[in-house]
Protein backbone atom coordinates (compact mmCIF):
# COMPACT_ATOMS: atom_id res chain seq x y z
CA UNK A 1 0.00 0.00 0.00
CA UNK A 2 1.39 3.57 -1.09
CA UNK A 3 1.85 5.95 1.95
CA UNK A 4 3.56 9.35 2.55
CA UNK A 5 5.85 10.32 5.67
CA UNK A 6 6.40 14.00 6.89
CA UNK A 7 8.01 14.34 9.61
CA UNK A 8 8.22 11.02 10.64
CA UNK A 9 4.62 10.87 10.53
CA UNK A 10 3.18 8.22 8.28
CA UNK A 11 -0.21 8.35 6.10
CA UNK A 12 -1.60 5.72 3.89
CA UNK A 13 -2.57 7.59 0.65
CA UNK A 14 -6.24 5.94 0.32
CA UNK A 15 -6.42 7.67 3.74
CA UNK A 16 -5.87 11.28 2.83
CA UNK A 17 -8.32 13.61 1.57
CA UNK A 18 -6.56 16.78 0.82
CA UNK A 19 -2.74 17.49 0.99
CA UNK A 20 -1.49 21.14 0.05
CA UNK A 21 0.76 23.24 1.25
CA UNK A 22 -0.36 26.98 1.99
CA UNK A 23 1.30 29.97 4.19
CA UNK A 24 0.15 31.23 7.30
CA UNK A 25 -0.36 34.92 7.61
CA UNK A 26 -0.95 37.05 10.58
CA UNK A 27 -4.80 37.90 10.64
CA UNK A 28 -3.86 41.55 13.08
CA UNK A 29 -6.08 39.91 15.91
CA UNK A 30 -3.54 38.14 18.47
CA UNK A 31 -1.54 35.07 17.29
CA UNK A 32 -4.28 34.49 15.24
CA UNK A 33 -3.40 33.08 11.35
CA UNK A 34 -4.89 32.12 8.42
CA UNK A 35 -3.92 29.67 5.48
CA UNK A 36 -3.39 31.22 1.92
CA UNK A 37 -2.19 29.57 -0.97
CA UNK A 38 1.43 29.95 -2.40
CA UNK A 39 -0.11 31.50 -5.41
CA UNK A 40 -1.50 34.04 -3.56
CA UNK A 41 1.36 35.22 -1.53
CA UNK A 42 3.07 35.32 -4.66
CA UNK A 43 0.93 37.28 -6.79
CA UNK A 44 -1.51 39.03 -5.43
CA UNK A 45 -0.36 40.15 -1.62
CA UNK A 46 2.46 42.42 -2.49
CA UNK A 47 4.14 42.69 1.09
CA UNK A 48 1.11 43.70 2.16
CA UNK A 49 0.40 40.82 4.87
CA UNK A 50 2.49 39.77 7.51
CA UNK A 51 3.77 35.98 6.81
CA UNK A 52 3.61 33.64 10.29
CA UNK A 53 5.16 30.77 8.60
CA UNK A 54 4.43 28.04 5.96
CA UNK A 55 2.66 24.84 5.83
CA UNK A 56 1.67 21.38 4.30
CA UNK A 57 -1.45 20.62 5.06
CA UNK A 58 -3.07 16.49 5.17
CA UNK A 59 -6.68 16.22 5.70
CA UNK A 60 -8.05 12.57 6.78
CA UNK A 61 -12.01 13.87 7.82
CA UNK A 62 -13.04 16.88 8.87
CA UNK A 63 -12.08 16.47 12.34
CA UNK A 64 -8.52 15.00 11.64
CA UNK A 65 -5.81 17.58 10.34
CA UNK A 66 -2.35 17.42 10.35
CA UNK A 67 -0.36 20.43 10.15
CA UNK A 68 3.66 20.60 9.46
CA UNK A 69 4.75 24.36 10.07
CA UNK A 70 8.32 25.64 8.64
CA UNK A 71 9.67 29.03 9.52
CA UNK A 72 10.66 30.02 5.63
CA UNK A 73 9.40 29.24 2.30
CA UNK A 74 13.10 27.24 1.43
CA UNK A 75 12.33 24.64 4.61
CA UNK A 76 8.49 24.24 2.79
CA UNK A 77 10.17 23.54 -1.06
CA UNK A 78 12.58 21.07 0.24
CA UNK A 79 9.21 19.13 1.94
CA UNK A 80 7.86 19.84 -1.28
CA UNK A 81 10.47 17.93 -3.00
CA UNK A 82 11.43 15.21 -0.36
CA UNK A 83 7.03 14.35 -0.93
CA UNK A 84 7.06 14.60 -4.75
CA UNK A 85 10.09 12.20 -4.63
CA UNK A 86 8.04 9.86 -2.42
CA UNK A 87 4.96 9.74 -4.63
CA UNK A 88 7.35 9.31 -7.48
CA UNK A 89 8.43 6.00 -6.46
Same mark, same amino acid.
Given at each position: ? /??? !? ?5 ? /?? /??? =? ?5 ? $?? /????? +? #????? @? *???? +??? @? =? ?13 ? @? ?8 ? +? !??? #?? +?????? $???? *?? =?
Amino acid at each position: M /KQI !TIENKTF /KL /KDI =KQLYPAV $LV /KTGHG +D #ETAEM @S *LEWI +DIE @S =KGRVDVAGYGLFIRI @SDEEKHSFIY +D !TRE #EL +DKKIAN $LSKQ *LN =K
